[in-house]
């Protein structure tokens, strides 16, 4: 398993921006990559995945055209840009990795890395 860590999180007005970024320990080339997140009082929730080679992507309904993911095999980083931010986007969000997959899959489930989580605040 990698260790993942994320960056990036704060507070920041509706309607703004964030950019998270996510660090591995190592290679993560070969795994799918997701962003998680965790409302107070509700399931953590995927927001967005990108495969292995960074060509496809997918994204909760709630988040599409608000939010781009990608990903720097390189320098096994992934990235979570966020704009037109809500306060409903509040939440605690989390980096995973999803070792058991194919290459243009974007799975939804079966991660087995976890970042300890960054708090997104929106609010006025």
């Known amino acids: 398993q990698v260790q993942l860590v994320e960056s990036g999180g704060g507070l920041v007005q509706p309607g703004g921006s964030l950019r998270l970024s996510c660090a591995a320990s190592g290679r993560i080339s070969t795994f799918a990559m997701a962003w998680f997140r965790q409302a107070p009082g509700k399931e953590r929730e995927v927001v967005a995945v990108i495969s292995q080679g960074g060509t496809v992507r997918n994204f909760a309904d709630s988040v599409k055209g608000r939010f781009a993911i990608s990903r720097d095999n390189v320098k096994n980083t992934v990235t979570l840009q966020m704009n037109s931010l809500r306060l409903e986007d509040t939440a605690v969000y989390y980096c995973?990795?999803?070792?058991?997959?194919?290459?243009?899959?974007?799975?939804?489930?079966?991660?087995?890395?976890w970042g300890p989580g960054t708090q997104v605040t929106v609010s006025s």
């Open positions: 995973a990795a999803n070792r058991r997959t194919v290459s243009g899959a974007v799975p939804t489930s079966g991660y087995d890395s």
